[in-house]
């Protein structure tokens, strides 16, 4: 024998793993006995080697895991793969749970046969809860990110609102002065829709902005979409900062979600402002691309819309565009900006198939584009508006309906509507006069407000299922977002028009006939 020990004699290698205090690391048997224990391994599960050794390894998960077999699958996987990983929640001495990262490997004799295991554990319970935190704030900061976009808008939307009230409002007020007198009053009326309509759309694009939600791909005229952000964009940007726009006299449609990448070319334009606190000029402009494959390109080969913001502000130094696209980096003050916007405007050309690029030379402004793919001809679009109320108004057999609204002013106009229609209609105040009505009589359909006090529209749609299973029921709703499980419902946004209504509830009814007609072949087969 040498008289110098080799350094990684049995004695010292012990000893090593003995002293090891951040890992849980011990043998087990072939059949899961434990069979060794270190220090970490008291460390955190808390046995002392002599509680623990002789007993099986699954005492330390969970009853839940006990019963669906994982320790006995652990072993397995690790026999048959020579590798076993997984993370999960372990069991202490004194019961308290901790998140573990757990590897198994075989331990085999020169011969092959295997003789054991070696486990070993480490307590990830603060990591990940620092990563859940993380997770959290991230989120809570991604809506705030939202909601500072409509924070930078309220006061101009305020402004909007009013002069759209104040049409409405003066267009109404002639309209029974000039009616009184016999007089056409048609001009006045179409004004005062006109103006509404422009209000649904801004209630529409705050809603948007405000939600969350997957996107909705389709084809999207940009020239069209920028036109009509043009009165949004000068009064976010305000009077100092001009826009120009430049776009060819033909450019294809980008596959993309419209209302998403409205909110995209916003995020870009106020960055773009906020860029030239002294004011200056921004240009809008949009051009189609095919591109080659190109593996160093950040995008893949193919037909693009690209649309850009250009601006003539302070521009960026290689090290700042470097990052610029990277979550929460921000080159503004402090409480003037998340740092998210450009990656989630980054996110969001990439779920549409794009990318978004950045160039920028210090003192010289910045180009931030967006690459969305040009959608193709038999991609869905989105149905076309219809203009004409009177023409649309779909003829239906007349139903009795049940119609559903804590607010009088909307019962009574969604009432008004449904009966022009040639319907009989009901009107409940609440969820529960409605079903108290409907225990009365015979009803073809129920229309129902969702958000009203006591009952929501959702809870009412719930206990008509339970009571009178195959009842339609159309929910009409000034939200964003409903429920998950109110997403197959027929839905109606306000504000409405008649034609609206009827198309909704001319489609619902027919569509539950024609499930009452397959169930009644079902049963005579």
């Not at 002789?54 to 669906?68: N, V």
């Not at 139903?399 to 106009?413: G, H, P, Q």
Request: with cysteine.
């Amino acid at each position: 024998m040498s008289a110098v020990e080799p350094a990684w004699s049995g004695n010292r290698f012990e000893l090593l793993v003995q002293s090891i205090t951040d890992y849980a690391i011990f043998m087990l048997s072939t059949d899961g006995i434990v069979a060794s224990w270190n220090a970490g391994a008291r460390r955190f599960k808390g046995y002392e080697a002599e509680e623990i050794i002789g007993r099986h390894f699954s005492l330390f998960y969970t009853p839940e895991d006990q019963a669906a077999g994982i320790p006995a699958l652990a072993l397995a996987t690790a026999e048959k793969t020579g590798h076993f990983e997984a993370e999960g929640w372990r069991v202490r001495k004194d019961g308290s749970r901790f998140w573990a990262n757990v590897v198994i490997d075989p331990i085999r004799d020169p011969n092959g046969t295997l003789i054991g295991f070696a486990k070993i554990t480490r307590d990830l319970t603060e990591r990940r809860e620092t990563q859940l935190a993380l997770e959290e704030a991230r989120e809570a900061i991604f809506q705030s990110q939202k909601m500072d976009a409509i924070g930078k808008l309220t006061g101009g939307v305020a402004h909007d609102f009013n002069n759209l009230l104040a049409v409405i409002v003066g267009s109404l007020d002639l309209a029974r002065l000039r009616l009184a007198a016999g007089a056409d009053v048609s001009r006045y009326i179409d004004n005062a829709m006109t103006a509404a309509e422009r209000g649904a759309t801004l209630t529409q694009r705050m809603l948007a902005f405000a939600r969350r939600q997957e996107l909705k791909l389709q084809s999207v005229d940009c020239v069209a979409l920028v036109r009509d952000m043009a009165d949004l964009l000068k009064t976010t940007l305000g009077s100092g900062i001009a826009i120009e726009t430049r776009f060819p006299l033909h450019l294809a449609p980008a596959y993309a979600d419209p209302s998403q990448l409205e909110l995209a070319l916003l995020n870009l334009a106020v960055n773009a402002g906020d860029a030239m606190p002294q004011g200056g000029r921004i240009i809008i402009e949009g051009a189609e691309t095919i591109l080659p494959g190109n593996p160093r390109s950040d995008h893949e080969s193919g037909h693009y819309v690209r649309l850009s913001i250009v601006d003539e502000g302070e521009g960026m130094d290689e090290a700042t565009l470097e990052r610029a696209r990277e979550p929460f980096f921000t080159t503004k003050g402090v409480g003037k900006g998340t740092g998210l916007g450009l990656s989630m405007v980054h996110g969001f050309a990439e779920q549409c198939g794009g990318s978004l690029t950045i160039s920028s030379t210090l003192g010289h402004g910045t180009t931030v584009s967006l690459w969305l793919p040009v959608a193709v001809q038999d991609m869905a679009a989105p149905e076309a508006v219809r203009t004409d109320d009177a023409a649309f108004i779909e003829a239906s057999e007349p139903l009795v309906i049940l119609a559903v609204d804590d607010d009088d002013l909307v019962l009574t106009n969604t009432a008004g509507m449904l009966e022009e229609l040639g319907h009989t209609v009901f009107l409940a105040a609440s969820g529960a006069d409605a079903l108290r009505m409907l225990e009365e009589g015979n009803v073809d359909l129920v229309i129902t407000d969702y958000a009203m006090p006591g009952m929501t529209g959702a809870q009412l749609a719930d206990a008509i299922d339970e009571r009178l299973p195959g009842l339609p029921v159309i929910i009409i709703t000034g939200f964003a977002e409903l429920p998950p499980h109110m997403t197959n419902r027929p839905r109606l946004d306000k504000p409405f028009k008649q034609a609206e209504l009827a198309r909704i509830v001319t489609s619902t009814a027919q569509g539950s006939q024609r499930l009452l007609r397959l169930a009644a072949h079902s049963d005579d087969r």
